[in-house]
T-cell receptor, first 115, second 113 residues
Framework: GAVVSQHPSWVICKSGTSVKIECRSLDFQATTMFWYRQFPKQSLMLMATSNEGSKATYEQGVEKDKFLINHASLTLSTLTVTSAHPEDSSFYIC???????????FGPGTRLTVL | QKEVEQDPGPLSVPEGAIVSLNCTYSNSAFQYFMWYRQYSRKGPELLMYTYSSGNKEDGRFTAQVDKSSKYISLFIRDSQPSDSATYLCAMSAWGGATNKLIFGTGTLLAVQP
């Protein structure tokens, strides 16, 4: 089956630093990738939709200047949390659309802790 | 009112039991319905995908959709301890994986050996 990887799987950083999270589709091409965040015991909240080669579309209430998304190739999208603060601590999950099967596959998630 | 409502549980059953997981929704535009399984600290895994009212079966899993009542269910037969996870329903107004999914809050299931 289609595999989506995320790196790193967990990261701890100091307040004010920036953190980059990578999402890769390992065995398929993904023209569209999605970024979610999930708080403990809550559901996934869509942050933005990323299309290869174009600007991401952000959901209402998500700061585009704080959560920078780049989708430069058909297998890689990155989410950069700029000037991270403790309230940004969360579980970040990406998903990727396999255009051959038109199915969304999720990555394993990245746990971010900002001290 | 949330667009998708799901009983958060937790739900605890003995091994071998039949499990019923349910979601209701308010948006009549939803036409595509999915069930995901999420183990602790992992990303969701797609279990079932359906777009029509009625039942769809895959092994021990059966997805049921009732569009007239805006109600969907996932049944797990002969439940196993390995089924212990959080189950998320998700819905979309349009087909295709390019479209936004609306998730329920998830139901935590524990299958006791």
């Amino acid at each position: 089956g289609a595999v989506v990887s995320q790196h790193p799987s967990w990261v701890i950083c100091k307040s004010g630093t920036s953190v980059k999270i990578e999402c890769r589709s390992l065995d398929f091409q993904a023209t569209t990738m999605f970024w979610y965040r999930q708080f403990p015991k809550q559901s996934l909240m869509l942050m933005a939709t990323s299309n290869e080669g174009s600007k991401a579309t952000y959901e209402q209430g998500v700061e585009k200047d704080k959560f920078l998304i780049n989708h430069a190739s058909l297998t890689l999208s990155t989410l950069t949390v700029t000037s991270a603060h403790p309230e940004d601590s969360s579980f970040y999950i990406c998903s990727a659309r396999d255009r051959a099967t038109d199915t969304q596959y999720f990555g394993p998630g990245t746990r971010l802790t900002v001290l | 009112q949330k667009e998708v409502e799901q009983d958060p549980g937790p739900l605890s059953v003995p091994e071998g039991a039949i499990v019923s997981l349910n979601c209701t929704y308010s948006n009549s535009a939803f036409q595509y319905f999915m069930w995901y399984r999420q183990y602790s600290r992992k990303g969701p895994e797609l279990l079932m995908y359906t777009y029509s009212s009625g039942n769809k079966e895959d092994g021990r899993f059966t997805a049921q959709v009732d569009k007239s009542s805006k109600y969907i269910s996932l049944f797990i037969r002969d439940s196993q301890p390995s089924d212990s996870a959080t189950y998320l329903c998700a819905m979309s107004a349009w087909g295709g994986a390019t479209n936004k999914l609306i998730f329920g809050t998830g139901t935590l299931l524990a299958v006791q050996p």
